[in-house]
């Protein structure tokens, strides 16, 4: 079983920055790719960004490909989010999830959920 615990969530004008951290718990953290998903009011909850084991490998949705960055510290079993340049848009409820699979994108392929933090992004 793993604990997921995301922090960092806030309000933010647009154009700002916020850092999302996620913490696990869980010996075996290296052995689970971790994703960013985010929830909007009325929407379905979509895929943001996702890192493998090692962190070598990272993906991407196009809506924040090039303003987010996802990383993560095996010796912390924390992964983050780094978020710059916020747009409205952007405004959702941000969970991060883990995988047992060398990286996964799709919501499926996820076996644990933190309860989501709320990032609100004004104009």
């Known amino acids: ?21 996620c913490a ?22 979509e895929f943001v960004a996702a890192i493998s084991w090692g962190g070598g490998r990272t993906y991407y949705a196009d809506s924040v490909k090039g303003r987010f960055t996802i990383s ?12 710059n340049s916020l747009k409205p848009d952007d ?5 991060c999830a883990a995988a047992a699979e060398l990286i996964a994108t799709i919501e499926i392929e996820y076996d644990y959920w933190g309860q989501g933090t ?6």
């Open 72 to 83: 993560r510290d095996n010796a912390k079993n924390t992964v983050y989010l780094q978020m």
């Open 91 to 95: 405004t959702a409820v941000y969970y």
């Open 1 to 21: 079983q793993v604990q997921l615990v995301e922090s960092g969530g806030g309000l933010v004008q647009a154009g700002g920055s916020l850092r999302l951290s």
């Open 24 to 45: 696990a718990s869980t010996r075996t953290f290296s052995g689970y790719s971790m994703g960013w998903f985010r929830q909007a009011p009325g929407k379905e909850r």
């Open 118 to 123: 709320q990032v609100t992004v004004s104009s």
